[in-house]
């Protein structure tokens, strides 16, 4: 495997962002039942990787505000903001596609990272924040 294969994946929170307006288009929603459940388990379950109290404005329910947590969680192989569990919980927005199929694929078991693959998570993660335009 090469170098860029064993980097973990950053979820992305939106499908696309343009100034205030956020798609999630491509996203599937998901009702209230098990899968829903499983996936908010697992979400939660994930190491905490970068904790902040920061939060941002809910784009589909802007009555509530600065309501969505930014911390950031990690499986090793993927990382994900909490405003991934946040979408899902209060609107049933599924994450995106690819993240979607490997929780599938797990059957939604979740298996602790070793430090070493938190640390490339970080890493991952601090390299897409400086990436940003």
Known sequence: MTQQEDRPRIAKLFDAID?????FSQRDLLADGNEKTAILEYLDK?????RTT???SDHLDPTKGK???MSFRSDGQWVWSEGVGYYLKN?????????LDYLRGRDYSYTSP?????????T?????RRSRP
């Open 19 to 23: 100034g205030e307006r956020v798609d």
């Open 46 to 50: 994930a190491e905490m990787l970068l």
């Open 54 to 56: 920061a939060r941002a």
């Open 67 to 69: 309501a969505v947590p």
């Open 91 to 99: 609107h049933g927005v599924a994450p995106e596609k690819a993240f």
């Open 114 to 122: 070793n430090k070493e693959q938190l640390d490339n998570a970080l």
């Open 124 to 128: 991952a993660l601090q390299e897409k």
